[in-house]
């Protein structure tokens, strides 16, 4: 995945002031702020467990959690930024990690 600077847009619940954003040097790194975002979730919400472990369905289910969820990317060809979709994310989320597995 190039270094094209995103933007990932997020909201958590219904209250619209959870909206935020993180931006990141490229795709990859953002879909690693996805992962930490989740892993801290799970941290959170166990303490007591050292090891936590999840699989792809859970991180979906995290994304699908959320009441919003999108990217901007920026396209280098237009000098702007593309929206993109939390299919798009998971999507890019499955190859990210399978690229880390391998």
């Known amino acids: ?3 094209k600077h995103t933007i990932l847009l997020m909201q958590t619940s219904h209250n ?3 909206r935020t954003f993180m931006d990141y040097d490229s795709i990859s790194q953002s879909m690693d ?6 892993e801290r979730k799970l941290k959170d919400l166990n303490p007591a467990i050292r090891n936590i472990t999840y699989d ?7 994304i699908d959690g959320l009441t919003d969820m999108s990217a901007l990317v920026f396209e280098h060809s237009i000098q702007g930024y593309l929206p ?4 798009w994310i998971k999507q890019k989320i499955f190859q990210h990690l399978k690229k880390l597995a391998h």
């Open 1 to 3: 995945m190039a270094n």
């Open 16 to 18: 619209r002031s959870t």
């Open 33 to 38: 702020g996805i992962c930490g975002l989740y």
């Open 56 to 62: 792809i369905a859970d991180l979906y289910n995290f």
């Open 84 to 87: 993109y979709d939390r299919q």
